[in-house]
């Protein structure tokens, strides 16, 4: 008995579940109770804005080939621990590795001695030498031996005439630095890029876009098929769509620029040196993607 009343009871709980639903729905007048609208009606979905268009560019970058100049605390660190080597080190014997007298032996004497005026100073490291006369004789013969080996030729500056003269068109410019290529369009300068075909991929795409900026008469490669980062710029014009370009990193190894008709000028620029040719926008977007050194 208790059992067929158990059953009634949850039978008729589910008809009136099922008649009223889950919730209640409550129907209220906004101008009986003073509701403000907003509070009713649902807030409208916001419009999604237009896709943007793709296009694709490339950072093409000419690596350092010069070792960066030591900052003063660099050359103050390496000469103190260079006096700290002279001053712990054994003297080299150096009549056990050279004929006593020979050309040889005057030679590493007369440098051992340069060595040890530049960690402790020019009154210190005095060659102790009984024939002066012979002594000078070989010390010359010495000097003779090291330009005939090639020891004594001037190396090359640091610093190329395409700095001195401020040629940004030349690749052996500021050989300590990473060089980006900016092309010139009408009055905007830009890294090269251009707009994405129809089943082309994204790496291709930027690579074909290089071509036609710039031609072929380089030796270049595309470092990866990832792209290294994303601009987008607002639409120019009303109903216009935004701009989305994918930028691809790239190294020049030989070769040089060749615009196209549509590029009316190029540099090779450090970071620092795009900023005042871009507008602000475009280095808010770019500046991440690029090397301080």
Not at 39 to 47: L, Q
Request: neutral net charge; hydrophobic residues 35%.
């Amino acid at each position: 008995m208790l059992s067929r009343c158990r059953s009634a009871l949850s039978t008729s709980s589910r008809r009136s579940l099922g008649a009223r639903g889950l919730a209640t729905p409550v129907y209220t007048d906004p101008a009986v109770h003073n509701i403000p609208h907003e509070a009713v009606d649902p807030p409208a979905r916001p419009k999604r804005g237009a896709k943007p268009t793709i296009n694709t560019g490339i950072v093409l970058n000419r690596a350092p080939f010069l070792t960066r100049d030591q900052t003063t605390f660099e050359r103050a660190f390496q000469a103190y621990q260079g006096r700290l080597r002279r001053a712990l080190h054994n003297p080299v014997a150096y009549d056990f590795y050279f004929k006593e007298g020979s050309i040889l032996e005057t030679r590493f004497r007369v440098e051992e001695m340069k060595r040890e005026q530049a960690a402790f100073g020019p009154s210190f490291g005095k060659l102790d030498v009984l024939d002066v006369e012979k002594f000078e004789a070989q010390k010359l013969a010495a000097a003779q031996l090291a330009e005939q080996e090639g020891e004594l030729e001037e190396m090359m500056p640091r610093v190329h005439e395409a700095d001195t003269n401020k040629d940004y068109k030349s690749l052996d410019r500021a050989g300590m630095r990473n060089l980006y290529l900016l092309v010139k369009e009408k009055d905007t300068w830009r890294f090269p890029q251009g707009g994405l075909e129809d089943k082309e991929l994204l790496h291709q795409s930027a690579q074909r876009n290089l071509y036609a900026e710039c031609d072929q008469y380089m030796d270049s490669w595309i470092v990866s098929r990832t792209p290294m980062g994303v601009h987008t710029s607002s639409a120019s014009a009303p109903g216009a769509r935004p701009i989305a370009t994918f930028f691809y990193k790239a190294h020049i190894m030989a070769g040089q620029v060749r615009p196209s008709n549509k590029v009316s000028d190029f540099m090779w620029l450090a970071k620092e040196e795009i900023e005042p040719h871009v507008d602000a926008q475009y280095w808010n977007g770019i500046k991440d993607m690029l090397s301080d050194y």
